[in-house]
DNA sequence: CTGAAAGCGCTTACAG
DNA sequence: CTGAAAGCGCTTACAG
C-alpha cells in the first residue's frame, strides 16, 4: 500500500468545515465505492450488487447502501466499471448529416430508447462519406462500443468484418438488407420512389423530372423506384438533375432553373427531399409558375414547413422517429443475447398527398 | 499472474488462419498496449509516451512503435487511460433542442474544436429544462467530464458549486454574464431585440408587435430589449403574444391569427425565432395580407428559409457556429491551465434587414 | 531516452 | 446473502 493512500481519504472525515474536495495524488477525488462500503460497513462488492443487481442484497443492507450514496454523492466512475466488466454502456451512432432535421428525429428515437436501458452513444457525423464513417467507426471503437447504428447498408466488407471480429453487432438503419446476417430497419427506398411517379401518372402529369442533391445511395435508390414508374408508364424518365453538394432550400431553386433550362416542357418535379421543394417552390414562387398547375411539386421526409407552406407539399412522409428507436431496440436486443424474430424491419412509409400535386 | 493470461495471448501468434478475436476470460480480447509493447521489444511505458509525448521517444522507437500498432491495429483502451490518469477527454454539452436548427450549428462549431484536440463529447438535450439540464449533468458526472459546455448562464448555485467543487470549468453559451467568474461566449440577447426595434420604428411601423413560444430566458431578454426601443420611441409595447411550448412553424400562423384578434392594427411583428417568422409569412399569404406593406415580419437567427422565402425575411443573424467553436476554445484553454483574457466574449450580431420589412 | 512498480476504481470469478 | 483476491489496460511518479 502506498504512502499517498492515507491522506487521500482525509476528505472523508472532514473537520466539518472541509466541503470543497481536494485532489490529490493519483485518481479524481471523487467519492469511491471503497468510501461508501466503508461508510455503511459492507465490503465494496456488496455496494456494487446493490447498485447493478439489487436483488442479490439484504434489504437491509441495501437501505443502509442507499441512504449513504445519498449522503456521499457518490457516483459510479463509468471508467473504472467499463475497464473491469469490459462493457461500456457506449453506443455509436453514425448518421450523414447532423444540419439535417431528417436525422436529429432519428437520434431523439435512439436517444429515447437507450437512455432509459443506460446507455449512452457518441454521435459521429459521417457528411455521407464512406470514409469518414470508417474513421468515426475506428475513433469510437477506442471507447469500446458495445455496438454500433449505422446509416445505410453500403459499410464495406472489410468494416463489416472489423465489426464482426470484435463481436460488435450493429444494425443498419434507412434501409433494408436482403443479407439477412445484417439487422436493418428501415424501408424500401426504391418503393418510395416508385410511388412518387405512381402519383404523378395518376394526375396526368407527362413530364415529371428528378432533382436531387447529395447523391446518398438512398437518394438514388429513390431516383431508380421514380424511374421506374415512369418507364412503366411509358414516360420519358430523361428530365434530371443530381449534383453531388450538400442539400439546401437556396440549391432547390437552383435544381429548378436548369430543369427548367434542360426540359422546358417539364410539369412536375420530384425532389429527392424537402429542403430542395421548398427551394423549388419558392422559385417558382418568383418566376411566377403556378404550382400545381404550371408545375407539380413532391418532396421526401415530411419536414416541418411541408405541411405549411402555400401550396403545401406533397412528400413521402418517412418514420424517422421510429427508425431510430426501433434500430435502438433491435440493438438492445442483440446485446442482451435475445432472439431477434426479424432481421430486417420495414417500416413503410407514406404519401402525403397535398396541394402541390 | 493469472492462469488465464497465457490462453488470452493465442491470437497474437495465430496460426495465420486465426484472423477472428476471440473474447476469453476478462477483458476486451482487444490488442492491448502490453502485446503492442511486446511486439516492438520496447516498455508499455514507452509505447504509451510514443502515443501521447512522441518527443520523448527515440525516433527508432517510434517508427518500430508506430508499425506494431498499424499491424495489429491496435486502439487505446479509453476507458484505463481515463482511469489511470483522471482524465476522460470528455466533454459534457447540454444545448436547450436538438430539434433547433440554431443549436446543431453550434454543435458543429463544438466538434470541430475539441475533435481536432483530441476530445469527445457526450450531448444532452435539456428541453429548456433547467431540471432537466441539471439531471444531465448529474449523468454526465459518472464519465469524469474534464469540463462542460452549457447554453445560457442561468444554471443554478447549487450546480455552479457542483462544478466548482469538483474542479469542472464550463463555459456558459449564447449570453453574457456580468460575473467575471463565469466565462461565458455570446451576445447581448437584450441589445438584438433591441435593434430589432429601431429598425421598426427607422422604418415607420406605428404598431409592432411580439411573439414567441417556448420562452426561455434569452427569448425573454429579446423581448425586454424590443419593449425597451419601442417605449423609447413613445410606441406601445403592449401587442404580444407569449406561448411557453416549442416553437414550429404551425405555431407561427397560429400566433399571428392570435395578434390579429388582440391588436387588428398591427403592423408589423418580430418573431422570436425563424421558425415562428416562416409560419407568420405562410399565414399572411393563406389571409391574402401583404407583406411587408399591410405587416412587416421580423424573425432571429438567420436560418437557412430567411433568406429564400418570398418575401426574404429580415432577420437578426447569429453567430452560431462561432458560438460553439470560441466557447469550445476557451474551455481548451482552461483546461490547459492557460491563461484567459477575457472571461466573457462578445461575438455580436447582425440585423439582415431584407424584403419583409 | 527508457523501464519496473504501483495504482486508478471498478467487476469477475470464486469461495463460503 | 457476502467478501477477499485478482485483474481490467492504462499512466503516474520514480529511478536510472
Redesign the interface.
Known amino acids: 500500500m502506498s504512502a499517498k493512500k492515507t491522506p487521500q481519504k482525509i476528505k472523508y472525515s472532514p473537520p466539518s468545515d472541509t466541503?470543497?474536495?481536494v485532489?490529490r495524488g493519483?485518481?479524481?477525488?471523487?467519492v469511491t465505492i471503497t468510501d461508501v462500503a466503508r461508510a455503511a460497513n459492507v465490503s465494496p462488492m456488496t455496494v456494487s450488487r446493490a447498485l447493478t443487481s439489487p436483488a442479490l442484497v439484504q434489504q437491509k443492507s441495501r437501505d443502509k447502501i442507499t441512504a449513504v450514496i445519498q449522503k456521499l454523492g457518490y457516483?459510479?466512475?463509468?471508467?473504472?466499471s467499463?475497464?473491469?466488466s469490459?462493457k461500456?454502456r457506449v453506443i455509436g451512432v453514425i448518421v450523414p448529416s447532423?444540419?439535417n432535421?431528417v436525422f436529429?428525429?432519428t437520434?431523439?428515437g435512439i436517444?429515447d430508447c437507450l437512455s432509459q436501458a443506460g446507455y449512452?452513444f457518441?454521435?459521429g457525423?459521417s457528411s455521407y462519406s464512406p470514409d469518414k464513417e470508417r474513421e468515426l467507426i475506428?475513433t469510437y471503437?477506442?471507447?469500446?462500443p458495445d455496438g454500433f447504428l449505422l446509416t445505410g447498408i453500403e459499410q464495406q466488407e472489410s468494416l463489416r468484418m472489423q465489426l464482426?471480429?470484435?463481436?460488435i453487432p450493429a444494425v443498419r438503419m434507412y434501409d433494408l438488407s436482403k443479407n439477412s446476417n445484417d439487422l436493418t430497419v428501415g424501408f424500401s427506398q426504391v418503393k418510395a420512389g416508385y410511388s412518387v411517379a405512381r402519383h404523378f401518372i395518376e394526375r396526368g402529369y407527362k413530364r415529371p423530372a428528378f432533382i436531387a442533391a447529395q447523391l446518398d445511395p438512398r437518394a438514388m435508390k429513390r431516383r431508380e423506384g421514380f424511374r421506374k414508374g415512369l418507364v412503366e408508364a411509358g414516360l420519358d424518365p430523361s428530365a434530371e438533375v443530381l449534383l453531388p453538394v450538400p442539400s439546401?432550400?437556396?440549391l432547390g431553386?437552383q435544381l429548378l432553373a436548369k430543369i427548367l433550362e434542360q426540359t422546358p416542357d417539364c410539369d412536375a418535379v420530384f425532389c429527392c427531399n424537402d429542403?430542395l421543394a421548398?427551394?423549388v417552390l419558392?422559385e417558382c414562387?418568383?418566376r411566377g409558375i403556378a404550382v400545381p398547375t404550371q408545375m407539380a411539386i413532391a418532396g421526401f421526409n415530411d419536414l416541418?414547413?411541408a405541411?405549411?407552406?402555400?401550396p403545401a407539399i406533397t412528400t413521402i412522409v418517412t418514420p424517422r422517429y421510429d427508425i431510430g428507436y426501433i434500430a435502438a431496440e433491435l440493438l438492445l436486443k442483440t446485446l442482451k443475447g435475445q432472439p431477434i424474430e426479424k432481421s430486417r424491419i420495414d417500416l413503410g412509409f407514406e404519401l402525403a398527398i397535398r396541394a402541390s400535386t
Chains 1, 2 share one sequence.
Open positions: 466541503q470543497k474536495v485532489r493519483r485518481g479524481t477525488g471523487r457516483v459510479p466512475n463509468q471508467a473504472a467499463t475497464l473491469a469490459a461500456s447532423l444540419t432535421a436529429i428525429d437520434l431523439s436517444r449512452h457518441l454521435i457525423e475506428a471503437m477506442a471507447h469500446a464482426a471480429s470484435n463481436n439546401t432550400i437556396e431553386a429542403d421548398l427551394g419558392f414562387q418568383r416541418p414547413w405541411a405549411q407552406s402555400n
